[in-house]
Protein backbone atom coordinates (compact mmCIF):
# COMPACT_ATOMS: atom_id res chain seq x y z
CA UNK A 1 0.00 0.00 0.00
CA UNK A 2 2.96 2.76 0.98
CA UNK A 3 4.56 1.92 -2.41
CA UNK A 4 1.05 2.30 -4.39
CA UNK A 5 0.44 5.95 -2.41
CA UNK A 6 4.47 6.77 -3.25
CA UNK A 7 3.69 6.32 -6.66
CA UNK A 8 0.61 7.52 -6.85
CA UNK A 9 2.08 10.78 -5.21
CA UNK A 10 4.75 10.46 -7.31
CA UNK A 11 2.44 10.48 -10.90
CA UNK A 12 0.21 13.49 -9.71
CA UNK A 13 3.30 15.62 -8.88
CA UNK A 14 4.95 15.00 -12.41
CA UNK A 15 1.34 15.55 -13.79
CA UNK A 16 1.17 19.01 -11.89
CA UNK A 17 4.86 19.99 -12.98
CA UNK A 18 3.84 18.87 -16.56
CA UNK A 19 0.86 20.41 -16.49
CA UNK A 20 2.53 24.06 -15.25
CA UNK A 21 5.25 23.73 -17.73
CA UNK A 22 2.45 23.68 -20.92
CA UNK A 23 0.81 26.56 -20.26
CA UNK A 24 -2.58 24.85 -20.23
CA UNK A 25 -5.68 26.04 -17.99
CA UNK A 26 -7.02 23.07 -16.37
CA UNK A 27 -10.16 24.57 -15.87
CA UNK A 28 -11.36 24.17 -19.94
CA UNK A 29 -11.92 20.62 -20.39
CA UNK A 30 -13.67 19.24 -22.85
CA UNK A 31 -16.33 18.27 -20.48
CA UNK A 32 -16.58 22.45 -19.09
CA UNK A 33 -17.28 23.51 -23.18
CA UNK A 34 -20.91 23.95 -23.73
CA UNK A 35 -21.79 22.91 -27.10
CA UNK A 36 -25.49 23.48 -27.15
CA UNK A 37 -23.83 28.00 -27.47
CA UNK A 38 -22.87 26.62 -30.66
CA UNK A 39 -25.23 23.88 -32.35
CA UNK A 40 -23.66 24.52 -35.46
CA UNK A 41 -20.35 22.93 -34.12
CA UNK A 42 -19.96 19.66 -35.36
CA UNK A 43 -19.65 17.80 -31.75
CA UNK A 44 -18.92 14.58 -33.33
CA UNK A 45 -15.88 15.45 -34.95
CA UNK A 46 -14.28 17.11 -31.50
CA UNK A 47 -15.05 13.75 -29.28
CA UNK A 48 -13.37 11.86 -32.53
CA UNK A 49 -10.46 14.28 -31.89
CA UNK A 50 -10.19 14.06 -28.12
CA UNK A 51 -9.15 10.54 -29.15
CA UNK A 52 -5.66 12.26 -30.40
CA UNK A 53 -5.13 9.61 -33.17
CA UNK A 54 -4.05 13.26 -34.75
CA UNK A 55 -0.96 12.73 -32.62
CA UNK A 56 -0.21 9.36 -33.67
CA UNK A 57 -0.55 10.80 -37.43
CA UNK A 58 1.23 13.35 -36.86
CA UNK A 59 -1.66 16.02 -38.07
CA UNK A 60 -2.08 19.45 -37.07
CA UNK A 61 -5.62 21.10 -36.04
CA UNK A 62 -6.84 24.34 -37.17
CA UNK A 63 -9.76 26.43 -35.39
CA UNK A 64 -11.23 29.15 -37.47
CA UNK A 65 -14.12 31.84 -36.30
CA UNK A 66 -14.52 35.10 -34.96
CA UNK A 67 -13.20 35.94 -31.47
CA UNK A 68 -14.96 34.57 -28.69
CA UNK A 69 -16.67 31.14 -30.12
CA UNK A 70 -14.14 28.74 -28.50
CA UNK A 71 -11.67 28.27 -30.11
CA UNK A 72 -9.02 28.59 -27.81
CA UNK A 73 -11.39 26.19 -25.19
CA UNK A 74 -11.70 23.75 -27.48
CA UNK A 75 -7.66 23.89 -28.18
CA UNK A 76 -6.98 24.14 -24.63
CA UNK A 77 -9.03 20.83 -23.74
CA UNK A 78 -7.35 18.91 -26.55
CA UNK A 79 -3.82 19.62 -25.30
CA UNK A 80 -4.95 18.50 -21.66
CA UNK A 81 -6.02 15.78 -23.07
CA UNK A 82 -2.45 14.62 -24.53
CA UNK A 83 -1.30 15.93 -21.82
CA UNK A 84 -3.21 13.53 -19.51
CA UNK A 85 -2.07 10.61 -21.79
CA UNK A 86 1.43 11.56 -21.13
CA UNK A 87 2.24 13.36 -24.67
CA UNK A 88 4.59 16.33 -23.92
CA UNK A 89 2.28 19.42 -25.12
CA UNK A 90 2.66 23.23 -24.92
CA UNK A 91 0.28 26.24 -25.61
CA UNK A 92 1.24 29.73 -26.28
CA UNK A 93 -0.05 32.82 -27.89
CA UNK A 94 1.10 33.76 -30.83
CA UNK A 95 2.68 36.88 -29.92
CA UNK A 96 4.12 35.41 -26.64
CA UNK A 97 6.01 32.62 -28.63
CA UNK A 98 7.44 35.14 -30.88
CA UNK A 99 8.66 37.83 -28.13
CA UNK A 100 9.95 34.78 -26.14
CA UNK A 101 12.20 33.95 -29.71
CA UNK A 102 13.16 37.10 -29.56
CA UNK A 103 14.33 37.57 -25.66
CA UNK A 104 15.94 34.35 -26.32
CA UNK A 105 18.63 35.56 -28.44
CA UNK A 106 19.84 38.29 -26.00
CA UNK A 107 20.33 35.79 -23.56
CA UNK A 108 21.50 32.43 -24.93
CA UNK A 109 18.67 30.11 -24.41
CA UNK A 110 17.44 30.53 -28.24
CA UNK A 111 18.60 27.17 -29.22
CA UNK A 112 16.89 25.25 -26.08
CA UNK A 113 13.80 27.08 -26.70
CA UNK A 114 13.72 26.23 -30.28
CA UNK A 115 14.38 22.85 -29.68
CA UNK A 116 11.68 22.34 -27.62
CA UNK A 117 9.43 23.84 -29.51
CA UNK A 118 9.71 21.46 -32.70
CA UNK A 119 9.89 18.41 -30.65
CA UNK A 120 7.05 18.38 -28.59
CA UNK A 121 4.46 15.94 -29.80
CA UNK A 122 2.01 18.55 -29.69
CA UNK A 123 2.44 22.79 -30.31
CA UNK A 124 -0.54 24.93 -29.58
CA UNK A 125 -0.77 28.04 -31.12
CA UNK A 126 -3.10 30.84 -29.85
CA UNK A 127 -4.73 33.57 -31.89
CA UNK A 128 -2.48 33.86 -35.08
CA UNK A 129 -3.63 37.05 -36.62
CA UNK A 130 -4.69 39.27 -33.60
CA UNK A 131 -1.45 41.02 -34.04
CA UNK A 132 0.84 40.86 -37.64
CA UNK A 133 3.47 39.09 -37.24
CA UNK A 134 6.93 41.00 -37.12
CA UNK A 135 9.72 40.59 -40.29
CA UNK A 136 11.89 39.72 -38.49
CA UNK A 137 10.01 36.43 -36.48
CA UNK A 138 8.21 35.42 -39.27
CA UNK A 139 10.85 33.34 -40.70
CA UNK A 140 11.48 31.84 -37.32
CA UNK A 141 7.86 31.02 -37.44
CA UNK A 142 8.40 29.43 -40.83
CA UNK A 143 11.22 27.34 -39.64
CA UNK A 144 8.93 26.02 -37.03
CA UNK A 145 6.04 25.13 -38.97
CA UNK A 146 8.62 23.56 -41.31
CA UNK A 147 10.80 21.61 -39.02
CA UNK A 148 7.20 20.25 -37.14
CA UNK A 149 5.86 19.30 -40.81
CA UNK A 150 5.18 15.32 -40.31
CA UNK A 151 6.92 15.09 -37.59
CA UNK A 152 4.54 16.62 -34.87
CA UNK A 153 1.08 17.79 -34.21
CA UNK A 154 0.04 21.65 -34.43
CA UNK A 155 -2.96 23.42 -33.11
CA UNK A 156 -4.15 26.69 -34.20
CA UNK A 157 -6.77 29.09 -33.24
CA UNK A 158 -7.08 32.15 -35.70
CA UNK A 159 -9.81 34.80 -36.55
CA UNK A 160 -8.43 35.11 -40.23
CA UNK A 161 -9.18 33.57 -43.03
CA UNK A 162 -6.23 32.63 -45.14
CA UNK A 163 -6.78 34.87 -47.77
CA UNK A 164 -5.57 37.48 -45.17
CA UNK A 165 -2.53 35.74 -43.76
CA UNK A 166 -0.46 37.21 -46.56
CA UNK A 167 -1.52 40.13 -44.91
CA UNK A 168 -0.65 39.02 -41.30
CA UNK A 169 2.97 37.36 -41.98
CA UNK A 170 3.36 40.42 -44.52
CA UNK A 171 4.74 38.25 -47.33
CA UNK A 172 2.76 36.03 -49.88
CA UNK A 173 5.31 34.00 -50.58
CA UNK A 174 6.15 33.16 -47.44
CA UNK A 175 2.62 32.99 -45.97
CA UNK A 176 1.42 30.30 -48.77
CA UNK A 177 4.73 28.18 -47.63
CA UNK A 178 3.18 28.12 -43.66
CA UNK A 179 -0.49 27.55 -45.04
CA UNK A 180 0.54 24.67 -47.19
CA UNK A 181 2.47 22.92 -44.47
CA UNK A 182 0.05 23.08 -42.30
CA UNK A 183 -2.96 22.11 -44.12
CA UNK A 184 -0.91 18.89 -45.53
CA UNK A 185 -2.73 16.77 -43.08
CA UNK A 186 -5.11 18.74 -40.82
CA UNK A 187 -8.45 18.95 -39.77
CA UNK A 188 -9.63 22.21 -40.67
CA UNK A 189 -12.67 23.29 -37.99
CA UNK A 190 -14.38 26.91 -38.69
CA UNK A 191 -16.81 27.70 -35.71
CA UNK A 192 -19.57 29.63 -37.16
CA UNK A 193 -21.89 31.32 -34.11
CA UNK A 194 -21.92 33.70 -31.41
CA UNK A 195 -19.55 34.63 -28.76
CA UNK A 196 -19.20 33.20 -25.27
CA UNK A 197 -17.56 36.06 -23.85
CA UNK A 198 -20.90 38.45 -25.21
CA UNK A 199 -23.00 35.67 -23.82
CA UNK A 200 -21.66 36.18 -20.30
CA UNK A 201 -21.30 40.34 -20.68
CA UNK A 202 -24.95 40.22 -21.51
CA UNK A 203 -25.64 38.21 -18.38
CA UNK A 204 -23.95 40.53 -16.14
CA UNK A 205 -25.54 43.08 -17.03
CA UNK A 206 -28.55 44.59 -15.05
CA UNK A 207 -31.63 44.42 -16.80
Not at 110 to 137: H, M, T
Not at 181 to 200: A, D
Request: glycine content about 6%.
Amino acid sequence: MLLEDEYSNRASNSYIKRLRQSKLDPSKGLEAFDFSFQPKLNKKKILDLQGLRFITEKENIIFMGNPGVGKTHLANALGLEALKRGYKVKMLCMTDMLTMLTASRGDGTYNKIFKELVSLDLLIIDEIGFKKVPQDAVDEFFEIVKRRHENGSIIITTNRSFEDWANVFGDQVLASAIIDRLVHHCHIIKIIGPSYRMKNLKEKIPK
